[in-house]
């Protein structure tokens, strides 16, 4: 094998035992191992929490770019585990995907929680829910890690020893193999604001069902129809934009958006979705023509083919059948 090519990137979220990993994984393929992390530390003589505080996150997000083209310029191979938004940079994705292999250790949103109570070294969770924000960043960044994926492990139950011999063994085979779904069609849902709230905000309206549920009923969704279904949230108008906008590059063949309040006044997703010729389908969860007088009004809705409402959270799911059919 190319010893260029035993170069292996550990991605996922904060807790899924990256490092710990990692520290295997380098003594069975006998092969250094770097943490972008501390190597970003060491080489700016700052803690991350310094970096954030003083630099700003967009500072910190430059240099782990900068680790990242920097190891894939080195001629040996070695074992890295990556920090958690690394792979959140399209240019991230493609250095790592260049240089080597990739790995996405993937845990649910109750062991990362489980595992980093009370840890004060991580600057995203010094919130005042702390699990409101992971169950948010985990939606906003699991879909990034999957799709820069060679191979998906979950980390949940596994122990460290078995989850590097399972990866060794990949690796020194030269098959990693791909994540499921990386199969048939790619469709890509995008919820607005508050629907990560959904079992929280207005049950009266929404229902109870939460937002892992509508997650768990579209990856069924994606199984049982031979696509790829990915989701992506934010409560962000630029970060919708940007995520559109990305779709026209990635291969998507469709999109499935719920814009929620963006619905009724945002002109510029509007534009966004108008500017990616892919077949496009507006969702909302409640009957919009039955609430509020703002409500009624769609701006967004001219800019898709096709616009479901009142059907609850099968509205979604109705929603992928409609660009699977305009596809077939």
Do not use: W
Request: charged content about 30%; proline content about 4%; overall charge neutral.
């Amino acid at each position: 094998m190319d010893e260029r090519r035993t170069t292996v990137f550990l991605t996922g979220f904060m807790g899924c035992g990256k490092s710990t990993v990692g520290g295997c994984l380098s003594r069975l393929l006998s092969l250094p191992f770097t943490d972008t992390d501390a190597r970003i530390e060491r080489e700016h003589k700052k803690s991350i929490s310094e970096i954030f505080a003083q630099d700003g996150e967009a500072a910190f997000r430059r240099l782990e770019t900068q680790v990242l083209s920097e190891i894939g310029g080195e001629k040996t191979g070695q074992v890295v585990s990556t920090g958690g938004g690394l792979p959140m940079r399209p240019e991230n994705r493609r250095l790592m995907k260049k240089a080597g292999t990739v790995v996405f250790l993937r845990v649910r949103p109750e062991t990362v929680y489980a595992r980093l109570r009370g840890d004060t070294t991580r600057p995203l969770l010094q919130k005042e829910d702390p699990e409101a924000e992971i169950l948010r960043l985990l939606s906003e960044r699991n879909p990034r890690y999957e799709e820069a994926a060679d191979l998906i492990l979950d980390a949940d139950e596994k122990t460290p020893r078995e989850l590097a011999e399972e990866i060794a063994v990949r690796v020194l085979s030269g098959t990693p193999g791909r994540k499921e779904g990386k199969r048939g069609m790619k469709i890509l849902v995008i919820n607005g604001p508050n629907l990560n709230f959904l079992g929280i905000r207005e049950k009266a309206v929404y229902g109870t069902r939460d937002y892992e549920y509508l997650l768990s009923m579209l990856k069924k969704k994606g199984e049982e129809a031979g696509c790829q279904i990915e989701v992506f949230q934010s409560n962000h108008e630029g970060a919708i934009i940007d995520r559109i906008q990305e779709a026209y590059f990635d291969g998507t063949d469709g999109i499935v958006i719920n814009p929620g309040a963006y619905t009724h006044y945002s002109y510029a997703i509007h534009d966004a979705l108008a500017s990616v010729q892919l077949p496009k389908v507006e969702i909302h969860i409640s009957d919009i023509t039955a609430r509020e007088e703002f409500r009624k009004v769609s701006v967004t809705a001219p800019a898709c083919d096709r616009q479901i409402y009142g059907h609850g959270l099968e509205g979604y799911l109705e929603a992928v059948d409609a660009i699977l059919q305009k596809k077939s």
